[in-house]
């Protein structure tokens, strides 16, 4: 096994292959890296941008090179003393007529050998919303064809070929009776919000649940990923949206069993104290300790002013976790509706089990009620036999969805079902339940509340929580001391809201509150900003200010305030565009824009170059802190983005490979970032057993420390200088000297 001593993230697809992958390779292990980390590579629905919609989990894409571009990649990396780390699925595939698993489904029925692979509800004929219109009016209209494809025959409809059952196709058939007759129905793209019959990811449609708690179904899902492990090609594995499953804790142990030299991380997404329950794991993907860093470092005092005044321009008042409530309560009615719907079914069949029959109108709002006050993305609750900590948090959640209700007594009895399933409708609303509340959380938190509370929005990010922005010395030192050493180090991601150093602008505006508000208060001055709400132009101008310099910047504002809007659902939304409002927003950023470059404000250049001191901080704190730093691509030197699809932008491979000769904050970070690298390159016993304590003096200098035996580091971080590494009692892994700047 390569030690594990850092990790670097890239994004395939888009012009990055397993070929274009080897050719970081030379430049990753003379930095320092120990490890490739690889966004899944395995087939993707024609023009997929990130791999997640799989339709073949047992394909290497070939797009990106195949099987044998795979194993060239590996092979190579194994030379440079590399690791490769696969991104795997198994929570969802693609809904997709690409998806052969999904064809076979549709054309032959619950007779499908793959018809046990996916999370459906038979209750009724599978929904396929895929039309823009009713299906009888396009048959009217003579748009609906009867064809045949490769694998058999098919119902055409505009693009759409979807596989028919053979035994129903005849010469002269009435092409109604013929849909009548599939296991499928096509309805309107409309019907996905509250009527569809497929598990699916979030509020995405077009990826439907897998159900790898069934044996055959995990062996399916997984049998490429086992043939590359064993082969040598992969030395560890990381899962996504693991909360998605059934039961995360038997499908991590039975994953355990068949890769048990396999170094397993999972995309968990912690809120407050919550620990990782114990599953024997590397740790999480680290979105916690990009919290922890940004908190660190993120002066309260300041983050006070800030909210006062965006408070007393905008009129907000309350806290965010009152603007989460209430996102909630929009989001379970609108996004997931669907959800809402098959949760009330579950329900009301659990309590008609139970020999409590309740009506529609109790359960809903009991469903509600326990959904909105669920604080974290889920428990772990598994039949009966479940941990102190998850049955004493879901009764917290009864109490609280019990205080808006003329009566608890439905919210009492789903929870009991719930805790305590003693019939099968009890146990697949247990299931069901804590599959919906990550759902939820997440569609509410990180893609609503996250895009309307605006006062500082460096901490409106994964897993972070804008009531709770800083951090004591004590308390961080307790979260280092339970971290698991090979947990994951990010503060970027393809998921992140602001690239690492987007963020520290942001978080320099706790430092310098009044400089933030001065260039909200110039913004209100250009022309047009009568028409956009105060609330919107602080989102602006921090957005701005986060990728301030970077090229085709009003382009990517323009995309990026499009999304934000959209996902604040306050003027307007994805599925109903309102682009004339949308229009008096942007139009508003060449106005900005124009302003600081012709006004160069010295507020926006001291927010600048505090932003850039505290990148270094930063960069110093993760790569030396407790944990494996993970290196998402681009981030060896300057990397300012804002979130998906502007953090995928492409990266220059020949500048990233010159960037440590480079002047200025971009060189800075490089040289700190491969000096910090190739320190735990050659020390991995070290920092895997050493003690981490970070503490802060009253001059605002930060230490870190670690300790194992003999040996320290000393990290300190001076507000006006650079970090400097120090090692005492013996020397410092190739070095001369008991000093390393």
């Not at 995928?648 to 490979?657: A, E, F, H, K, Y």
């Amino acid at each position: 096994m390569i030690p594990l001593t850092a990790t670097y993230r890239l994004q395939l697809r888009e012009g990055v292959t397993f070929a274009v992958a080897q050719e970081y390779l030379p430049h990753l292990a003379a930095t320092g890296i120990s490890h490739l980390y690889l966004s899944p590579i395995f087939a993707a629905q024609t023009g997929s941008t990130h791999g997640y919609d799989v339709i073949d989990p047992n394909a290497i894409e070939a797009d990106l090179g195949g099987e044998a571009g795979f194993a060239a990649l590996a092979q190579a990396a194994q030379a440079a003393g590399i690791g490769i780390i696969l991104d795997i699925v198994p929570n969802h595939t693609a809904f997709s007529l690409e998806n052969p698993w999904l064809r076979d489904l549709l054309r032959h029925g619950t007779d499908s050998a793959f018809a046990p692979h996916f999370d459906i509800d038979w209750a009724e004929r599978l929904l396929l919303p895929f039309l823009t219109e009713p299906f009888d009016a396009l048959v009217d209209k003579g748009e609906v064809t009867l064809d045949r494809a490769a694998d058999g025959p098919v119902l055409c409809v505009g693009d759409l070929a979807v596989p028919l059952d053979p035994a129903t196709v005849s010469d002269g058939v009435d092409l109604r009776d013929l849909h009548d007759a599939q296991v499928w129905r096509l309805v309107p793209w409309q019907r996905e919000r509250d009527s569809i019959t497929h598990r699916r990811f979030f509020n995405v449609t077009g990826l439907i649940g897998m159900r790898v708690e069934d044996d055959a179904v995990f062996e399916d899902m997984h049998r490429k990923v086992f043939e590359l492990v064993d082969a040598g090609l992969v030395q560890g594995l990381r899962l996504d949206h693991i909360d998605g499953l059934a039961d995360p804790a038997a499908y991590l142990e039975k994953l355990r069993k068949r890769v048990p030299e396999t170094p397993i991380w999972v995309e968990k997404i912690l809120t407050g104290d919550e620990a990782l329950p114990d599953w024997h794991l590397a740790g999480t993907t680290g979105y916690e300790a990009a919290r922890q860093i940004a908190r660190l470092l993120t002066d309260g005092d300041g983050h006070a002013r800030l909210l006062a005044a965006w408070q007393d321009q905008t009129g907000r008042s309350g806290t965010f976790h009152d603007a989460l409530i209430a996102a909630k309560d929009e989001v379970i009615r609108q996004d997931l509706a669907a959800e809402l719907q098959q949760m009330i079914g579950l329900a009301g069949a659990a309590t008609v089990a139970a020999g409590d029959e309740q009506g529609q109108e109790a359960l809903r709002e009991a469903v509600m009620a326990l959904l909105v006050a669920f604080p974290r993305y889920r428990t772990y609750l598994a039949g009966s036999a479940n941990a102190p900590g998850d049955v004493a948090l879901m009764q917290r959640v009864a109490d609280d969805a019990a205080t808006a209700l003329r009566s608890d007594h439905v919210v009492r009895l789903l929870t009991d079902c719930i805790l305590t399933p003693q019939t099968p409708e009890a146990a697949r609303l247990q299931v069901r339940f804590q599959q919906v509340t990550g759902a939820l959380l997440a569609k509410s938190h990180e893609d609503t509340a996250g895009f309307r509370w605006n006062a500082y929005i460096a901490a409106n990010e994964v897993g972070a929580d804008p009531d709770a922005v800083t951090i004591t010395d004590d308390a961080l030192n307790d979260w280092l001391a339970e971290r698991l050493p090979t947990a994951l180090t990010l503060t970027s991601s393809h998921d992140t809201k602001r690239s690492e150093d987007a963020r520290m602008r942001l978080v320099a505006c706790s430092h310098l509150p009044d400089d933030l508000i001065a260039l909200v208060d110039d913004s209100a001055e250009l022309a047009g900003a009568e028409a956009v709400s105060p609330n919107t132009r602080w989102y602006l101008v921090q957005s701005a200010l986060a990728i301030w310099g970077e090229d085709d910047l009003d382009t990517r504002l323009r995309d990026h305030m499009t999304k934000a809007l959209r996902e604040a659902k306050r003027i307007t939304n994805w599925t109903h565009p309102d682009e004339e409002a949308e229009a008096a927003v942007l139009d508003l950023i060449p106005h900005l824009t124009a302003q600081w470059r012709d006004a160069a404000p010295a507020a926006l250049d001291r927010l600048t170059a505090l932003g850039q001191r505290l990148s270094l901080v930063q960069t110093a704190l993760k790569i030396a802190m407790t944990g494996v730093p993970d290196i998402y691509r681009g981030c060896l030197g300057a990397h300012f983005a804002l979130t998906d699809p502007d953090n995928r932008r492409p990266v220059d491979l020949n500048q990233m490979i010159q960037m440590t000769d480079a002047a200025g904050f971009a060189g800075d970070k490089a040289r700190l970032s491969q000096a910090l690298l190739r320190l735990r390159n050659a020390a991995p016993a070290f920092f895997d057993n050493a003690t981490c304590r970070i503490t802060r003096d009253g001059d605002g200098t930060i230490t870190l420390t670690r300790q194992t035996g003999a040996r320290q580091l000393t990290l300190r971080c001076d507000p006006s200088g650079d970090p400097v590494v120090t090692w005492e009692d013996s020397p410092a892994p190739d070095a001369d000297s008991g000093k390393s700047d």
